[in-house]
C-alpha cells in the first residue's frame, strides 16, 4: 500500500522568500504525482501534475521535481506571497487512486 | 469549460440516519468519477470511484455506497450513518486515469 510522507507538517516563513516542501513515497510504481493546495475547510486545488516520464514541471513560481526511481518529490515556491498560504498537499497516482499524505500546512508572513 | 459542483456544503445528521450527497460534473462526458474523505487530522482517502455508468469500485470497507445513475452525477449514500462517517467528503473527475483530478469545494459531516 502506498505511504506518502510530506515534511515539514508546517512552514512559517516570511513574505518572499524561497522554499521547498518535500514530498516521499513508498510505491515507486506511479502514473503520474500531483501538487494540491487546500484552503482551510475548502476542495483541493490541483496546481501542477507530473507525469511518470517526467523530471519536473513548471507553472509561475512554483516548480515541481519527480525522482521517481527514489520515491520523492519537491515543490518549490518562490517569492513567497501571503496568499501561498494553504495546506500543500501531494498525491501520486495509482491506476485509479490518488494516495494523499497529511500535508505541509504553509504560513506567509506579511 | 469544465466545472465541478457538490452539495450541500455542510450537513449535521444524527447517528442512524440517512445520507445522500450528491456530485455533478459539467461541461465533459464519460469522466472518472471520485469520493474521497478526509477525517480530522488524517489525509484524505479514496472512498469510491467510477469510470462510467453503474460501475462503481470501492477502495475499503465501510458504511457507505456509491452509485453512477447518470454520465455525470455522482452519488454517495449511506443507509444509517455511524459516528465514524463524520468527515469532510470531496468529490473530483478527470479525463482519465493518466490526467489531473479536479475537486468539488466538499462537504462537511457532521454526525450526533
Known amino acids: 500500500k502506498q505511504e506518502v510522507t510530506q515534511i515539514p507538517a508546517a512552514l512559517s516563513v516570511p513574505e518572499g522568500e524561497n522554499l521547498v516542501l518535500n514530498c516521499s513515497f513508498t510505491d515507486s510504481a506511479i502514473y503520474n504525482l500531483q501538487w494540491f493546495r487546500q484552503d482551510p475547510g475548502k476542495g483541493l486545488t490541483s496546481l501542477l501534475l507530473i507525469q511518470s516520464s517526467q523530471r519536473e514541471q513548471t507553472s509561475g513560481r512554483l516548480n515541481a521535481s519527480l525522482d521517481k526511481s527514489s520515491g520523492r518529490s519537491t515543490l518549490y515556491i518562490a517569492a513567497s506571497q501571503p496568499g501561498d498560504s494553504a495546506t500543500y498537499l501531494c498525491a501520486p497516482t495509482g491506476a485509479n487512486n490518488l494516495f494523499f499524505g497529511t500535508g505541509t500546512r504553509l504560513t506567509v508572513i506579511p | 469549460s469544465q466545472t465541478i459542483h457538490q452539495w450541500p456544503a455542510t450537513l449535521v445528521q444524527p447517528v442512524g440516519s440517512p445520507l445522500s450527497l450528491e456530485c455533478t460534473v459539467e461541461g465533459t462526458s464519460n469522466p472518472n468519477l471520485y469520493w474521497y474523505r478526509q477525517a480530522a487530522g488524517r489525509g484524505l482517502q479514496l472512498l469510491f470511484y467510477?469510470?462510467?455508468?453503474?460501475?462503481i469500485s470501492s477502495e475499503v470497507p465501510q458504511n457507505l455506497s456509491a452509485s453512477r445513475p447518470q454520465d455525470r452525477q455522482f452519488i454517495l449514500s449511506s443507509k444509517k450513518l455511524l459516528l465514524s462517517d463524520s468527515g469532510f467528503y470531496l468529490c473530483a473527475w478527470s479525463p482519465s486515469t493518466s490526467q489531473p483530478q479536479h475537486f468539488g469545494d466538499g462537504t462537511r459531516l457532521s454526525i450526533l
Open positions: 467510477s469510470v462510467g455508468i453503474g460501475q
